[in-house]
């Protein structure tokens, strides 16, 4: 079981910043960790990924935006946000994939853990 807790959201003006937290515990070693977002009334859709290796991954809405790293000695996965636009008003959830069936780092399906999310709200 992996257990993600996610943190840092808030709400900031347009062309604001975040930084997003998600600590993660658990017994097994996550293959990938990636970013989702969901706004009301739309899909979740993937916003970045990292691997076990380091490769980072982006959706091109965010790419040049937002930066995704991880600290594996505290076992968090980060997500600094820069430039914020009102369109990346959201709720934003971390993911973790520990093997199985892989779809590539922009699938919800590849991962097989949430966390509870943490809201952003970027007024304009």
């Known amino acids: 079981q992996v257990l993600l807790v996610e943190s840092g959201g808030g709400s900031v003006q347009a062309g604001g910043s975040l930084t997003l937290s998600c600590a993660g515990s658990?017994?097994?070693?996550?293959?990938?960790m990636g970013w989702f977002r969901q706004a009301p009334g739309k899909e979740r859709e993937w916003v970045a990924s990292?691997?076990?290796?380091?490769?980072?991954t982006y959706a091109d809405s965010v790419k040049g935006r937002f930066s995704v790293s991880q600290d594996n000695a505290k076992n968090t996965l980060y997500l600094q946000m820069n430039s914020l636009k009102p369109e990346d008003t959201a709720m934003y959830y971390c993911?973790?994939?520990?093997?199985?069936?892989?779809?590539?780092?922009?699938?919800?399906?590849?991962?097989?853990?949430w966390g509870q999310g943490t809201q952003v709200t970027v007024s304009s």
């Open positions: 658990g017994n097994r070693r996550s293959a990938c």
């Open positions: 993911a973790a994939s520990t093997g199985g069936t892989w779809y590539g780092p922009f699938s919800t399906g590849s991962f097989a853990y």
């Open positions: 990292v691997d076990s290796d380091g490769k980072t």
